[in-house]
Nanobody, 116 residues
């Protein structure tokens, strides 16, 4: 199994920046793609960005393109999400996910609050 632990959420003013991190542990050597998702209350979970095992970023959500950057360090079993120019509508819980041989794993989430 794979365990995922997010960190780095918090409160920031609009226009500010936050950096999220997700640490994978357990059976990490077969993890393929990883991704950041977010889910606001009453809404479906949406993918913010994903990154391949080869560290190629893909599929940024339109609303975050140019503001957020996903990264990956396979030696440290981490992915990151650098979030710049944050907006109040970015406020929600952010989740890390990992795909491993057909199974998807999720972290517990980290909350981001952006004040106007």
């Amino acid at each position: 199994h794979v365990q995922l632990a997010e960190s780095g959420g918090g409160l920031v003013q609009a226009g500010g920046s936050l950096s999220l991190s997700c640490l994978a542990s357990g059976k990490t050597w077969t993890i393929g793609g990883m991704a950041w998702y977010r889910q606001a209350p009453g809404k479906e979970r949406e993918m913010v960005a994903r990154i391949t095992r080869g560290r190629i970023p893909k599929d940024y959500l339109d609303s975050v393109t140019g503001r957020f950057t996903i990264s990956r360090d396979n030696d440290k079993n981490t992915i990151g999400l650098q979030m710049n120019s944050l907006r109040p509508e970015d406020t929600t819980v952010y989740y890390c996910s990992a795909s491993d041989q057909g199974l998807d794993y999720w972290g517990q989430g980290t909350r981001v609050n952006v004040s106007a």
